[in-house]
């Protein structure tokens, strides 16, 4: 079973450029998260998809960054533009509800994550 | 809100030393507690974790016990690889309508020598 898969595993882009990371996660995994780690500190929440519905959005850093769900399966984190804040590595994780509960979840899978350098 | 804090790192060891890495948090509730760890060139993996108070979570010869009492979930390992050189994360899951999010500490850089 493949795990969960990001591109690209590097970019490194000027200010001002747009930069989109995608996220496809396990099959049939209904939660999608996105996670940053910033220079070293900690891994911080960015968003939460539950299938297609942006189910909490309050880690999210500002109206730069937009996250779509296309079908509730692959995921894009979209940058624009792009500012020097922004380098660091950007982790996906999914996964399921237990019993079609939302609130209850198996263990979460992580991918390699995206390190973006804003040059 | 949750935190969660991290002993400073990084660590250096000679292999087949006592490894320790110091884990604390703040929650409210009842959160689940998690170890994840990323190797080089890796992405993260989830080492360890324990769901209630008094539990112990072990694997690949690390452990950890959640306490409630002093809110910690240390990181333990009897004799230390090169080959567990990695970042070590602790991690919490809040209950109730946390839906899954985790609150992570710093990372604590972990590097074995021969």
Same mark, same amino acid.
């Given at each position: 079973?493949?795990?969960? *898969? %990001?591109?690209?595993? =590097?970019?490194?882009?000027?200010?001002?450029? !747009?930069? *989109? $990371?995608?996220?496809?996660?396990?099959?049939? =995994?209904?939660? $999608?998260?996105?996670?940053?780690?910033?220079?070293?500190?900690?891994?911080?929440?960015? $968003?939460?998809?539950?299938?297609?519905?942006?189910?909490?959005?309050?880690?999210?850093?500002?109206?730069?960054?937009?996250?779509?769900?296309?079908?509730? !399966?692959?995921?894009?984190?979209?940058? %624009?533009p792009a500012? $020097?804040?922004?380098?660091?590595?950007?982790?996906?994780?999914?996964? %399921?509800?237990?019993?079609?509960?939302v609130r209850?979840?198996?263990?979460?899978?992580?991918? %390699?994550?995206?390190?973006?350098?804003?040059? | 809100? &949750?935190?969660? /804090?991290?002993?400073?790192?990084? +660590?250096?060891?000679?292999?087949? @030393?006592?490894?320790?890495?110091?884990?604390?948090? /703040?929650? /409210?509730?009842?959160?689940?507690?998690?170890?994840? +760890?990323?190797?080089?060139?890796?992405?993260?993996?989830?080492?360890?974790? @324990?769901?209630? @108070?008094?539990?112990?979570?072990?694997?690949?010869?690390?452990?950890? /016990?959640?306490?409630?009492?002093?809110?910690?979930?240390?990181?333990?390992?009897?004799s230390v690889? +090169?080959? &567990?050189?990695?970042?070590?994360?602790?991690?919490?899951?809040?209950?109730?309508?946390?839906?899954?999010?985790?609150?992570?500490?710093?990372?604590?850089?972990?590097? +074995?020598?021969?």
């Amino acid at each position: 079973e493949a795990g969960v *898969t %990001q591109f690209p595993s =590097h970019s490194v882009i000027e200010k001002g450029q !747009t930069v *989109t $990371l995608r996220c496809d996660p396990i099959s049939g =995994h209904d939660n $999608l998260y996105w996670y940053r780690r910033v220079m070293g500190k900690e891994i911080k929440f960015l $968003l939460h998809f539950v299938k297609e519905s942006k189910q909490d959005e309050s880690g999210m850093p500002n109206n730069r960054f937009l996250a779509e769900r296309t079908g509730g !399966t692959y995921s894009t984190l979209k940058v %624009q533009p792009a500012e $020097l804040e922004d380098s660091g590595v950007y982790f996906c994780a999914s996964s %399921q509800a237990v019993g079609g509960d939302v609130r209850r979840n198996t263990e979460a899978f992580f991918g %390699q994550g995206t390190r973006l350098t804003v040059v | 809100g &949750d935190s969660v /804090t991290q002993m400073e790192g990084p +660590v250096t060891l000679s292999e087949e @030393a006592f490894l320790t890495i110091n884990c604390t948090y /703040t929650a /409210t509730g009842y959160p689940s507690l998690f170890w994840y +760890v990323q190797y080089p060139g890796e992405g993260l993996q989830l080492l360890l974790k @324990a769901t209630k @108070a008094d539990d112990k979570g072990s694997n690949k010869g690390f452990e950890a /016990t959640y306490r409630k009492e002093t809110t910690s979930f240390h990181l333990e390992k009897g004799s230390v690889q +090169v080959s &567990d050189s990695a970042v070590y994360f602790c991690a919490l899951r809040g209950g109730g309508t946390s839906y899954g999010k985790l609150t992570f500490g710093q990372g604590t850089i972990l590097t +074995v020598h021969p």
